[in-house]
């Protein structure tokens, strides 16, 4: 079965200092992950997928196939990137296997 | 806004009741997916239908039950309500019920207390 580990619950850094929250995950195939973003108990909003190898808000993430990591790294954290983060896995062409969630890792920017 | 509307965006409710949420995916998608949120356990998903059809159960207890109707839109019914019920319930859409590399769409969320 498909699984995401979160390794962190809290990751605190301070105002300008690099962050990155990890990601590993559990698949034999190749898959499809995405990070997600939730502000105080908001609905969960999609910050990026590997696909697009896009940078959203100053984050990037790359997937490292050989170490079955997806972590999400911004060079100079904002207080406005406070908030709870949920890194998330597909399985490509499968119509029945929903995405599977990691636990989230809360982040807090300290100014 | 994201497209994806749940009612009511909070519930009371006594133990032993039944109550039933509801959600409207975003325009266009077909698929739909209940995930269940608490503070110990994240995200853990409940059930998927994909056009009226269920297509993907996950950790739903017995007690509820879902169903998405013609035009789309989904209702999750919780019953025999306990204290452990209490949590963030969102609905999430998507056109496809592969997931595409797009991902999901999700609601607001229900915050259902069960007292």
């Known amino acids: 079965a498909q699984r995401v580990t979160q390794p962190e619950k809290l990751l605190s850094v301070f105002k300008g200092a690099p962050v990155e929250l990890k990601c590993n995950y559990s698949?034999?195939?190749?898959?499809?992950l995405f990070w997600y973003v939730q502000y105080s108990r908001q609905r969960l909003q999609l910050l990026l997928r590997?696909?697009s190898r896009e940078s959203i808000k100053g984050f990037t993430a790359d997937l490292n196939k050989g170490e079955t990591s997806f972590h999400l790294k911004k060079p100079f954290a904002q207080e406005e990137d406070s908030a709870m983060y949920y890194c998330?896995?597909?399985?490509?062409?499968?119509?029945?296997?929903?995405?599977?969630f990691g636990k989230g890792t809360r982040l807090s920017v300290i100014a | 806004d994201s497209g994806v509307t749940q009612t009511p965006k909070h519930l009371i409710t006594a133990t032993g009741q039944r109550v039933t949420l509801r959600c409207s995916p975003r325009?266009?998608?077909?698929?739909v997916y209940w995930y269940q949120q608490s503070l110990d356990q994240g995200l853990q998903f409940l059930i998927q239908?994909?056009?009226?059809?269920?297509?993907a159960k996950g950790n739903i207890l017995e007690r509820f039950s879902a169903q998405q109707f013609p035009d789309l839109h989904s209702e999750l019914n919780l019953s025999s309500l306990e204290l452990g019920d209490s949590a963030l319930y969102f609905c999430?859409?998507?056109?496809?019920?592969?997931?595409?590399?797009?991902?999901?769409?999700f609601g607001s969320g229900t915050r259902l207390t069960v007292v």
């Open positions: 999430a859409s998507s056109a496809r019920p592969d997931t595409s590399n797009y991902g999901y769409t």
């Open positions: 698949y034999s195939g190749s898959p499809e």
């Open positions: 590997h696909i």
């Open positions: 998330a896995l597909g399985v490509p062409g499968s119509g029945n296997t929903p995405l599977v």
């Open positions: 325009s266009g998608d077909l698929s």
């Open positions: 239908y994909y056009n009226g059809e269920e297509r």
